[in-house]
C-alpha cells in the first residue's frame, strides 16, 4: 500500500525532494551589486525607518519586498550582519520557484497529461538560476502572475484579481498583462456586470492591504506614484545587460550608451517602444480575435483556451525583454514558467530550450558564477546569445499563428498538375 503511493506520488516527492536539496545547498553566492544595493536599502530602513525609505532616489522597489527587508533587518541589526547573511533572503523566491512547479505539476495533473514531463522543469537550471546564484526576487512576481493564469482558468475571478494586484506590488513590470487579463475577466463581467463591483472593491481592499503598513506609518502615496512614474529613464541606457536585439544592432560596446541618442531619425529609446509595441500587439491578436467569439457567444475563458492565452503571456514578456532598452537580464524570466508549461502540454520544446539556454547564457557571463573562462567559450558571446534568445522569440511567433502560417504556405505551394506540366 505505502509503495502503490510512493509510485503514485514519486513526482510531487521528487519536487519537495529538491526543493530540500536547494534550501540545504543554499549557495551563499550572490550578484555583488544587487547585494550591495539590497544590504543598502535594509540599512536605510534600520537607520531611517521604513516610512523613509524613498527618501533615497534609488529605492525603485514598492513596499511589498521592503517589508521582507524591513523584517530581516529587525533580525540583522546592522549593515554587516545583514551583508553577510543576505542570502538567506533567497529562501523567500525559492519558496515561490516551488510554488509556481507545483502549479505545472497540478495543471498536468488537470489535463490527464504525464506527470512526469514535470523533471523537464524542475531539473531546469536555468528556472531556478535567478534564486540560487543571483539572489534576485524575479520569481515571486512571476509566481503571482502564473497564479492568476492558473485562476482565470479555473473561473475563479476573484482570487484571479487578488493575485494580479499582489504581483504588481512587487513588480509594477506586471502591469503590461492587464490587457489579457481584462479581456479573459470581460465576458464574465458583461454575463453578470454586478460582479465588476465585487472584483473592484476586493482588488482595491488587497491594494490597500498591502500598502498600509507604509502607509499607517506616515508614508506618502504620491512618492509611491513617483516611484512607477519615474520607472521610465531609471536606468537611461540602451541595454543593462539584456541581450537583446540591441546587443545584436550596435554590439557590448555601445549597450551602456543612453538611449536618449538618435538612431535613424528616432531615439533608441522610442525604437524600443515602436518595436515593443508593434510585438505586443501581435502577441494579443489571436487572444483578441477569441475574446470577440467570446463576447458574441457569452462564454467564458477555459482550459481549451491554455494554447493561446499562455503564448500570449509569453510574448508580452519576451518582446518587452528583446525589443525595449533599459532591459535586465532578469526581465525575461516570468515568461519561463509559461513556456515550459506550453512545451510540456503540447510536447513541443524546440521554444522552451531556445530560451532557457539564452536565459542561462544571458545570466551566467554576466554573474560569472562558474569557475571558467567565459571569454574563450563562443557561446558565451553577447551577440550569439542574443540571436538565440531571437531565435525563441521568432518560433513563439510562428506557433502563435501557426494555422495562418500553415494556410500560407498551403496557397503558395505549387500544385502537382502544375509541376507535373
Do not use: C
Not at 54 to 83: C, D, I, M, R, S
Not at 313 to 320: A, C, K, N, R
Amino acid at each position: 500500500m505505502i509503495k502503490q503511493k510512493i509510485l503514485k506520488y514519486r513526482y510531487l516527492l521528487l519536487i519537495l525532494f529538491m526543493a530540500l536539496f536547494f534550501l540545504l545547498i543554499l549557495p551563499r553566492y550572490f550578484f555583488v551589486h544587487d547585494q550591495i544595493t539590497f544590504a543598502r536599502w535594509t540599512d536605510w530602513i534600520i537607520q531611517d525607518g521604513m516610512v523613509n525609505i524613498y527618501k533615497h532616489n534609488e529605492v525603485n522597489y514598492l513596499p511589498a519586498y521592503l517589508y521582507v527587508l524591513e523584517g530581516f533587518g529587525y533580525w540583522a541589526k546592522n549593515y554587516q550582519t545583514v551583508f553577510v547573511n543576505l542570502y538567506y533572503l533567497k529562501i523567500i523566491p525559492l519558496f515561490f520557484d516551488f510554488g509556481a512547479v507545483l502549479l505545472v505539476y497540478k495543471i498536468l495533473g488537470k489535463l490527464k497529461l504525464p506527470q512526469n514531463r514535470i523533471l523537464l522543469l524542475v531539473l531546469n537550471i536555468a528556472f531556478f538560476y535567478n534564486t540560487l546564484f543571483w539572489g534576485q526576487i524575479d520569481s515571486v512576481h512571476t509566481f503571482f502572475l502564473f497564479l492568476t493564469f492558473y485562476l482565470l482558468l479555473e473561473k475563479k475571478f476573484l482570487f484571479a484579481v487578488l493575485a494580479y494586484i499582489t504581483a504588481i506590488n512587487i513588480k509594477y513590470q506586471s502591469l503590461i498583462y492587464a490587457p489579457i487579463i481584462l479581456m479573459i475577466l470581460l465576458p464574465g463581467i458583461l454575463k453578470n456586470p454586478k460582479v465588476i463591483l465585487k472584483y473592484f472593491f476586493a482588488g482595491l481592499g488587497a491594494q490597500i492591504l498591502l500598502l498600509f503598513p507604509y502607509l499607517a506609518r506616515g508614508g506618502d502615496l504620491t512618492i509611491l506614484f513617483n516611484v512607477i512614474k519615474n520607472s521610465v529613464g531609471f536606468y537611461p541606457y540602451i541595454s543593462m545587460n539584456a541581450f537583446n536585439l540591441w546587443f545584436i544592432v550596435v554590439g557590448p560596446g555601445k549597450a551602456w550608451t543612453s538611449d536618449t541618442q538618435t538612431f535613424f531619425f528616432f531615439s533608441y529609446r522610442i525604437w524600443g517602444y515602436v518595436l515593443f509595441g508593434i510585438g505586443y500587439i501581435l502577441a494579443l491578436i489571436p487572444l483578441f480575435r477569441i475574446f470577440l467569439k467570446k463576447l458574441k457567444t457569452k462564454e467564458l475563458f477555459d482550459w481549451k483556451n491554455l494554447n493561446v492565452i499562455a503564448l500570449s503571456f509569453i510574448l508580452s514578456t519576451y518582446s518587452f525583454f528583446y525589443f525595449t532598452t533599459q532591459m535586465h537580464e532578469r526581465y525575461i524570466h516570468p515568461a519561463l514558467i509559461f513556456t515550459a508549461l506550453w512545451a510540456l502540454v503540447n510536447r513541443k520544446y524546440a521554444f522552451y530550450l531556445l530560451m532557457s539556454l539564452g536565459y542561462f547564457l544571458n545570466m551566467e557571463k554576466i554573474l560569472e558564477f562558474l569557475p571558467i573562462n567565459h571569454e574563450a567559450i563562443v557561446i558565451f558571446s553577447s551577440r550569439i546569445t542574443a540571436v538565440i534568445l531571437g531565435a525563441g522569440l521568432v518560433l513563439g511567433y510562428y506557433y502563435l499563428y501557426q494555422k495562418e502560417f500553415s494556410d500560407l504556405f498551403r496557397k503558395i505551394k505549387p500544385s502537382k498538375t502544375i509541376i507535373n506540366k
